[in-house]
Structures are given as structure tokens and as C-alpha cells.
């Protein structure tokens, strides 16, 4: 039997349906093209990185033109193989890059893939520290902000805000560990953990190399604390330079969600203010951070050499200062190759998430 509207009215849009296949389809198409879009957005920047690192001749030359004799230099160009055409030279490095192999670094002979798992594991660890800390300030001050619109709690925070994301990060890194750490003697002002706490965590069975996770897996609650104490500042220093931009995207998109008829409606019909703001103005605030947030991980990532160059955090961004001091090209541009792999594919997570909170955005 077939239904059909009155006359004068048009069918109702409820009456037919889209399949939900439909829906489905479109997620997989963008999820499939924003994955496949990661590849040449990797070889690019492997491409940029190469040639940069190139410009001003080779690595061997840099690393240790002041320390061997022309013959000794020479020598061991042509043993590396920097003296064949940049094509060649950058064809074989293609090569080895897919295979896993970022070569050897010149200033202690370590496999730059050594160097990655050694120390990377600090730098996520920070990282995901400071993506706590801005979160938990950005988005709770955020609604207070536009809670008080244009009233002094609003103006205080976004001067607050400005200030954090305008202060650079080993400056606000010395101001932390100044008061914190010299005037209040509160917290420590260096390293990951105590050594006896690292001597701990290091001797566990498969370790993570995220001193926080390696504790609570072992129940060692001292530990934890202990390892918790020394992220405190790092991840303050690194943080709030993030939270501040979270902050006012919060602040922004809740006073456009609070404005909205859905909500005065609500608000006619005596739902709190405290209901409006957290149930309603949340989720629409989540969005812009989701958004911009594989841009965020970037700023984390290229903050995070200043970070750990402050609190001598033993993660890449401390040893990418150390090769860089030492002009070991080679540990540089495998440390940036990885640190574009991780900036990538973090897009692509937030590509997803964004799609998944706001269905909009996958058309």
C-alpha cells in the first residue's frame, strides 16, 4: 500500500528515510581519503627536511670539519657516500626510511631509531602531561568566561589567556621553577624522577618508558607521586601556552552556543544557568579544540624542545638540542622526520574525532 501526503502538503522528509548505509558509506569515504592523505603529506615533509638539512653541504663536513684533516674529511665523505649526487644520496634515504633505517648518528654512533624509542617515550609523556593541563584549564575557564561576558571574570580571563599563550615557554619554564622550586621549594625543577625512582621504573619487565604508566602498572604509589612531583612544571610551562588558546576558542563558541533560541527557551523555562552552560554550551565548545588540535600538538611538540632544554627532560626535544649543538645533521633529521610522522597522524586522529562529534564535517 502506498501512503501519499494530503493534497496541498508536501511528503514529509520522515517519510523517506535515507538508509543509514548512506551515512555510514560517507564516514568510511572520509576516514579512507583523510588516511590516504597522510602519505604524501609524510613524503613532503621527509622531502623538505632532507633537502634543508642539505643546504649547507653535508652532514660529516657540519658535524666535523674543525676536528679531521682534509684526507680524514674526505675519506669519510666518500665512506658515507655524501659525495655521490644529492638525487642518488636522496633516492637511497627514501629508501631507508621505509624500511625503518634513519642511519647511524655521527656524534656517539647510535641508529637514530635507538635514539627515537630511547627517548621518545619522555616526550609523549610530556606531551600528554601538557594536553591535560590545557584541557583542564581551557575548557572549565572557558565557560566561566562566557558565563560572565564582558563582566570582570570575563575580562581577567581573557587577559590571563592572552598572557599564556603570549609568554614564551622557557620563559614561563624560569618563572615556574624560580617561585615553585627556588622561593617555595615545593616541587623539583629537574629531570623525569628521582634516581632511585628511575632505577625502579627502568628495571621493570617491558617497560613503557611513560614513568606514570610504568607506576600505576607496578602499584608503586610512591613512585607515581614521585614521578608526578617533577611533571608538575614542565607540563604547567608547556601547557598553559596551549590552554590559553583553548580558552578563548571555549569562551567564543559558548557564548555563540548560549545565545542560541534552544537555549533561551531553556532559559524561560527556569533551567539554571549552571545547566545551561554545562549541558548545552559544552559539547558545541569541544569542537574548535578538537579542531585545531592537531595544530596544538605541533605547537606542543615544537615547545617541547625548549621544555625539556629547561627542566633537562631526557625526551627528543632534549636531545634534538644536544645533536644540534653538536651539528649531527643526521640524529637532527631523523628526531624531525619522526616528530612530522607523530604531527600527521595526529591530524588524522583529530580529523576523525572531529567527524565523529560534528557530522558536518565529513561532507
Known amino acids: 500500500m502506498t501512503i501519499t501526503s494530503p493534497p496541498g502538503q508536501e511528503a514529509s522528509p520522515l517519510a523517506t528515510p535515507k538508509p543509514a548505509k548512506q551515512n555510514g558509506g560517507g564516514f568510511l569515504r572520509y576516514l579512507i581519503t583523510r588516511f590516504l592523505l597522510i602519505i604524501p603529506t609524510v613524503f613532503i615533509l621527509i622531502t623538505v627536511v632532507f633537502f634543508l638539512m642539505r643546504v649547507t653541504g653535508d652532514p660529516i663536513t657540519a658535524a666535523m670539519g674543525g676536528r679531521l684533516t682534509p684526507d680524514q674529511l674526505a675519506q669519510r665523505i666518500h665512506e658515507a657516500g655524501y659525495d655521490r649526487p644529492i638525487l642518488i644520496q636522496y633516492l637511497e634515504y627514501l629508501g631507508q626510511v621505509f624500511t625503518g633505517d634513519l642511519g647511524r648518528t655521527l656524534s656517539d654512533n647510535r641508529a637514530v631509531t635507538e635514539v627515537l624509542t630511547t627517548y621518545g617515550a619522555a616526550t609523549v609523556e610530556l606531551a600528554i602531561n601538557a594536553v591535560l593541563v590545557a584541557l583542564i584549564v581551557g575548557i572549565p575557564l572557558g565557560l566561566v568566561a562566557a558565563k560572565f561576558r564582558d563582566r570582570y571574570p570575563d575580562a581577567i580571563l581573557r587577559i590571563l589567556a592572552i598572557l599564556s599563550y603570549a609568554t614564551p615557554v622557557f620563559f614561563a619554564g624560569l618563572l615556574l621553577k624560580l617561585v615553585f622550586g627556588v622561593w617555595l621549594g615545593w616541587l623539583p625543577i629537574s629531570g623525569r624522577a628521582d634516581w632511585q625512582t628511575e632505577l625502579t621504573l627502568t628495571g621493570l619487565q617491558s617497560p613503557s618508558g611513560i614513568y606514570w604508566l610504568d607506576a600505576l602498572r607496578s602499584g608503586n604509589?610512591?613512585?607515581?607521586?614521585?614521578?608526578?612531583?617533577?611533571?608538575?612544571?614542565?607540563?604547567?610551562?608547556?601547557?598553559?601556552?596551549?590552554?590559553?588558546?583553548?580558552?578563548?576558542?571555549?569562551?567564543?563558541?559558548?557564548?555563540?552556543?548560549?545565545?542560541?533560541?534552544?537555549?533561551?527557551?531553556?532559559?524561560?523555562?527556569?533551567?539554571?544557568?549552571?545547566?545551561?552552560?554545562?549541558?548545552?554550551?559544552?559539547?558545541?565548545?569541544?569542537?574548535?579544540?578538537?579542531?585545531?588540535?592537531?595544530?596544538?600538538?605541533?605547537?606542543?611538540?615544537?615547545?617541547?624542545?625548549?621544555?625539556?632544554?629547561?627542566?633537562?627532560?631526557?625526551?627528543?626535544?632534549?636531545?634534538?638540542?644536544?645533536?644540534?649543538?653538536?651539528?649531527?645533521?643526521?640524529?637532527?633529521?631523523?628526531?624531525?622526520?619522526?616528530?612530522?610522522?607523530?604531527?600527521?597522524?595526529?591530524?588524522?586522529?583529530?580529523?576523525?574525532?572531529?567527524?565523529?562529534?560534528?557530522?558536518?564535517?565529513?561532507?
Open 221 to 363: 604509589m610512591e613512585a607515581f607521586w614521585n614521578v608526578t612531583e617533577h611533571a608538575i612544571l614542565p607540563a604547567l610551562a608547556l601547557g598553559l601556552l596551549t590552554g590559553g588558546v583553548f580558552l578563548r576558542l571555549v569562551r567564543t563558541n559558548a557564548i555563540g552556543t548560549l545565545g542560541r533560541e534552544y537555549v533561551e527557551a531553556g532559559r524561560s523555562r527556569g533551567v539554571s544557568e549552571f545547566r545551561l552552560t554545562t549541558k548545552h554550551a559544552y559539547r558545541p565548545a569541544l569542537i574548535p579544540i578538537i579542531t585545531v588540535m592537531g595544530l596544538q600538538i605541533a605547537m606542543l611538540l615544537g615547545g617541547a624542545v625548549l621544555t625539556e632544554t629547561t627542566f633537562e627532560w631526557a625526551g627528543l626535544g632534549f636531545k634534538l638540542a644536544e645533536y644540534l649543538t653538536a651539528r649531527d645533521f643526521v640524529a637532527v633529521q631523523g628526531i624531525v622526520v619522526l616528530l612530522a610522522i607523530i604531527v600527521a597522524i595526529t591530524n588524522f586522529i583529530v580529523d576523525v574525532l572531529a567527524a565523529l562529534i560534528d557530522p558536518r564535517v565529513r561532507y
